[in-house]
């Protein structure tokens, strides 16, 4: 936000709030329809721990317009295998052929969220558009039919004007919080458990390892990002105060030790590099917008992590235009 200070208004015809996947696809998609674009994301880190790992076709049919899926195939494993285990037995399934013939992916993609993220801000960077880090939405009002926002960042406050806000701040979302838009739905009884592992375990490697039984789900993969192994696992919710959906408490390597033991898997924690407690939550926005305020991603909606990574691409349940068909590129718009 460097020369930028208080009072200064700059104007952009989409302010997108939030740089995660569909935040950064939504402002790829509104640069394309020739409008001009700004993206604030709180987060001052570029790095977080992925949360989601498979990719759909339909995502990649929507991708594809944006000139981004060959990137993102390059980093992803087309041919994905699972083994179920099964007690004592080990069952192998293909995860590539989901026998969808009309798609020019028929096939789920193993493909870690960290990568997304940064073929999408790349695709951004090259287009001019860099992500704000450290920049914070702390406000927003309409005014005049469009959309007025207090950004903070740097210690700094900074106003400005835009045609539409695109809510793409995740769970807790400070847009529909100022829209007045409400959020349906209730905690799971259930929270989710991630860690990163070395293991001294028999394990067959480039395979997610997949256990389900009345103690809950868990999934074993190679994800290499803190360390060689991810474990993601449910169990009975232990309540907590961190917001839904975001890394808590620390899980104790007893605690991780134990959830392998209890799904009968052969393998020891040698070395516990991170771990966090989840809190998950099934939510629905009442409307996905509000004037030029708009919902996406896990502002208009939130569920489990087993959907994987998905657009939300409704702006509303209610029949209202997608953000992008309310943008009509004007004389000379950029491409």
């Not at 179920?84 to 493909?111: I, K, N, Q, S």
């Not at 959020?183 to 067959?204: F, H, I, M």
């Amino acid at each position: 936000m460097a020369g930028r200070g208080r009072g200064v208004k700059t104007t952009v015809d989409v302010l997108v709030v939030g740089a995660g996947p569909t935040g950064l696809t939504t402002a790829l998609q509104a640069h394309a329809n020739g409008a001009t674009v700004r993206v604030v994301e709180r987060r001052s880190a570029t790095f977080r721990r992925s949360r989601a790992m498979i990719m759909h076709p339909r995502t990649l049919e929507s991708l594809r317009p944006l000139g981004v899926t060959d990137s993102l195939l390059d980093r992803g494993d087309r041919s994905p295998r699972a083994e179920l285990h099964l007690g004592r037995r080990r069952v192998r399934v293909e995860l590539a052929d989901v026998a969808l013939p009309d798609t020019a992916f028929p096939h789920l993609t193993m493909l870690r969220q960290m990568d997304v993220e940064e073929v999408l801000s790349q695709a951004l960077e090259q287009r001019g558009i860099d992500v704000e880090r450290g920049v914070e939405l702390v406000d927003a009002a309409v005014r005049d039919s469009a959309g007025r926002a207090v950004l903070k960042g740097e210690g700094r406050l900074e106003r400005m004007s835009c045609r539409f806000i695109a809510g793409c701040d995740g769970q807790d979302s400070t847009v529909r919080s100022v829209a007045g838009i409400g959020w349906r739905g209730a905690p799971y009884r259930e929270e989710v458990v991630l860690a990163d592992v070395e293991l001294d375990a028999g394990l067959t490697p480039d395979v997610l390892h997949v256990v389900a039984d009345r103690a809950g789900l868990v999934f074993l993969f190679a994800l290499g990002e803190g360390a060689t192994w991810r474990l993601l696992a449910t169990r009975p919710a232990r309540g907590g105060h961190t917001p839904f959906g975001q890394p808590g408490h620390q899980v104790p390597q007893v605690e991780v030790q134990a959830i392998l033991d209890g799904a009968g898997l052969a393998a020891t924690v040698t070395d516990l590099r991170w771990s966090a407690q989840v809190r998950l939550q099934h939510r629905l926005a009442e409307a996905f917008s509000s004037g030029p305020l708009f919902l996406a991603g896990d502002a208009a909606h939130t569920h489990s992590p087993a959907a994987a990574q998905w657009y939300e691409h409704r702006d509303s349940r209610r029949g209202e235009p997608r953000l992008e068909a309310r943008l009509r590129p004007g004389p000379g718009a950029g491409s």
